[in-house]
DNA sequence: GCGACAG
DNA sequence: ATCTTGTCGC
């Protein structure tokens, strides 16, 4: 799926968006583990990568249960529609990488909020047949009307054509820009906001997303450190670099 | 034809 | 996504 064109990846999308359930799970109902998958990129002695952080919490404690990273070379341009073939490899490297499956799996992007029916968090679940739940910071597809400035409060995002729910707009903290939640696969909108809202702290996205985000933070700072035009014996003893350390980077850089 | 457009 | 200083608020 590294070397498609626009054309074949439409068709792809169109025909997996037919294997989309919005029926949730039974895992999904009875949560005992929810994760977060984010990408960011890096460029290491001088190739493009783009690396995937994931995490997986205990529900409803939300306590960190383990993480996992993955690097690919970037073999897809960014173009609004078609993330899914240019994240979606990387972010299934780390998901092999976990001991622990999450009941449910929150994806930075869109879920079925997409002019196929199949943004990211919808293709990643139906490829990797898990429960998941699309939340993007911006807009890509459907109708909808600002929800109010008080946390909690949601406004559905609708169908241009159907006029169908295919997601809310969720004000996660008050007088803080919105998050538009969708469901991913094995979902139903509802229940993506509800858990979404459930996992959701001092910051306004869920919990599991921002430790993936810190965490790839944190992870692309200690490659730079470790690959920049000074030493490469420059670890620090925390969490990130000691899995830095321990797993060579040639998984990172020649994948 | 023009503007919009996840990460 | 990424770059990038200061600034506002809990």
């Not at 997986?56 to 690097?71: D, I, K, N, R």
């Not at 073999?75 to 899914?84: C, E, H, R, V």
């Not at 306004?204 to 985000?213: E, G, M, N, R, Y």
Request: glycine content about 8%.
């Amino acid at each position: 799926m590294a070397c498609l064109s626009l054309i074949e990846a439409k068709a792809l999308q169109k025909a997996l968006s037919g294997w989309v359930s919005l029926r949730t799970s039974v895992f999904a109902k009875n949560l005992r583990t929810v994760g977060g998958v984010d990408c960011a990129y890096a460029t290491i002695k001088g190739r493009p990568r783009v690396f995937a952080c994931a995490v997986v919490l205990s529900f409803p404690m939300l306590e960190l249960l383990e993480e996992a990273f993955h690097a690919r070379p970037v073999t897809f341009p960014y173009i609004p529609g078609y993330l899914s073939f240019r994240e979606l490899p990387s972010m299934l490297g780390t998901l092999t990488k976990l001991k622990i499956v999450p009941d449910v799996l929150f994806v930075s992007g869109q879920g079925v909020a997409h002019p196929r029916g199949l943004g990211i968090a919808s293709h990643l679940g139906v490829v990797a047949g898990l429960a998941t739940i699309g939340i993007a910071k911006k807009p890509l597809f459907g109708l909808f009307q600002a929800p109010s400035l008080e946390a909690g409060s949601v406004s559905a995002l609708t169908h241009p054509d159907d006029g169908s729910v295919i997601g809310f707009v969720v004000r996660a903290k008050t007088n803080v820009k919105p998050l538009y939640v969708s469901p991913g696969h094995r979902m139903d909108a509802e229940t993506a906001v509800s858990i979404a809202l459930q996992c959701v702290q001092k910051t306004k996205l869920p919990v599991p997303l921002h430790l993936a985000d810190r965490l790839a933070d944190r992870l692309k700072k200690a490659l730079q450190r470790a690959t920049g035009p000074d030493s490469v014996e420059c670890l620090e003893p925390n969490p990130v670099e000691y899995v830095l350390a321990k797993n060579p980077w040639l998984n990172l850089l020649d994948p």
